[in-house]
């Protein structure tokens, strides 16, 4: 199944975010084939303001186990985390 996980920095932490940075990015880069995609969302200035994570994962509890183990959410940069099931339609390299 896949699910986004949209998370929400809290206000005020870019700088929290960039420091964190290079072990979310080993922490996404270490889930191989289960990442599908990721990318954080923008203010008008092209500033950090979250995250949108695709991944794939057995079931919800999966996903959620694994949304709490990426560094970004273990160094509290998030004020929210929203878990929801995906279906890649259009563009889905792995589709048949």
């Not at 959620?64 to 998030?78: C, H, Q, S, V």
């Amino acid at each position: 199944m896949l699910f986004a996980l949209i998370c929400t920095d809290k206000p005020e932490s870019v700088e929290l975010r960039m420091k964190v940075r290079p072990d979310h990015l080993a922490f996404l880069e270490g889930l191989g084939s289960a990442m599908k995609g990721a990318g954080p969302f923008t203010d008008d200035a092209g500033n950090p303001t979250g995250s949108l994570i695709l991944v794939e994962a057995e079931n919800r509890s999966a996903a959620e186990t694994l949304a709490a183990r990426d560094p970004y959410a273990k160094a509290g940069l998030f004020s929210s985390v929203e878990i929801r099931p995906w279906k890649w339609v259009i563009n889905n390299p792995e589709a048949k």
